[in-house]
């Protein structure tokens, strides 16, 4: 999974920073796989709890990075972070019980959600961003 962030890639941001970090995502999510198809279910909240520390700091330099373009509105971007942080949160409570079935949906989610929103949301925001650095 982790070639899907390459510069030849329809995931490439152009932030070098931002895109190694997103193939972390995807190598994180390569190791949940594995863990499933294992039946590794034992590992399985602790494969999510690293997911969430790495969101978290995934987010972090994202935000640190907006931070420095407050003419640029990010809110949907942010608001997009705090869902899917509070989403892993849940996530967490269902691999407890132990449900094969719900833990490839958490997979399902976690892959949709990062392709999706590095597509839709990441690129067009870094985009923004060059495109305000190329007008200094």
């Known amino acids: 999974m982790d070639s899907k962030c390459t510069k030849r890639s329809f995931l490439y ?14 190598r994180l999510l390569e190791k949940f796989n594995s863990q499933i198809a294992d039946h590794e279910n034992s590992q399985i909240a602790d494969i999510i709890s ?12 994202e935000e640190k990075i907006f ?17 899917f942080s509070d989403k892993i949160e849940q996530f967490n409570s269902v691999c407890l019980l132990d449900n094969p079935k719900e833990t490839n949906k958490i ?30």
């Open 13 to 26: 941001t152009g932030c070098d920073e931002i895109d190694k970090q997103h193939q972390g995502f995807f």
């Open 50 to 61: 690293e997911l969430y520390l790495y969101s978290i700091y995934h987010f972090e330099t």
């Open 107 to 136: 997979l399902k989610f976690m892959e949709n959600w990062l392709i999706s929103h590095i597509q839709k949301i990441d690129i067009a925001d870094f985009k923004a961003i060059e495109d305000f650095e190329n007008k200094k």
């Open 67 to 83: 931070s420095q373009y407050p003419s640029i509105d990010f809110s949907k971007h942010l608001n997009q972070h705090q869902a």
